[in-house]
């Protein structure tokens, strides 16, 4: 059993730069892909970024790719995004997300444990 608990989510300006950090809890933490989604008023649930359990790889939806940095501390048990350039477009509630499977996966059934969310809202 994984617990997610997000924070760092906020109000910014276009242009400016948020950092998300995911506390998680249970000993297994260190072996699972963790990702990142986001969720705008509706639409549907899209992937953002996802790591592996060694932080050794990672993946990133296309919009997101070049501004938004994933990275992981598995000995602090915490999965950061670092979000650059941020654009109104990127306004959304953003959920980490934990998955025993091995590999990226960048479908939201493929992950088994999900945090509350946080948002991010950026004004023009």
């Known amino acids: 059993q994984v617990q997610l608990v997000e924070s760092g989510g906020g109000l910014v300006q276009a242009g400016d730069s948020l950092r998300l950090s995911c506390a998680a809890s249970?000993?297994?933490?260190?072996?699972?892909?963790m990702g990142w989604f986001r969720q705008a008023p509706g639409k549907e649930r899209e992937f953002v970024a996802a790591i592996i359990w060694s932080g050794g790889s990672t993946y990133y939806a296309d919009s997101v790719k070049g501004r938004f940095t994933i990275s992981r501390d598995n000995v602090k048990n915490t999965v950061y995004l670092e979000m650059n350039s941020l654009k109104p477009e990127d306004t959304a509630v953003y959920y980490c997300?934990?998955?025993?499977?091995?590999?990226?996966?960048?479908?939201?059934?493929?992950?088994?444990?999900w945090g509350q969310g946080t948002q991010v809202t950026v004004s023009s």
């Open positions: 249970g000993r297994t933490f260190s072996s699972y892909t």
């Open positions: 997300a934990a998955t025993p499977r091995r590999g990226l996966t960048t479908t939201p059934k493929r992950y088994d444990y």
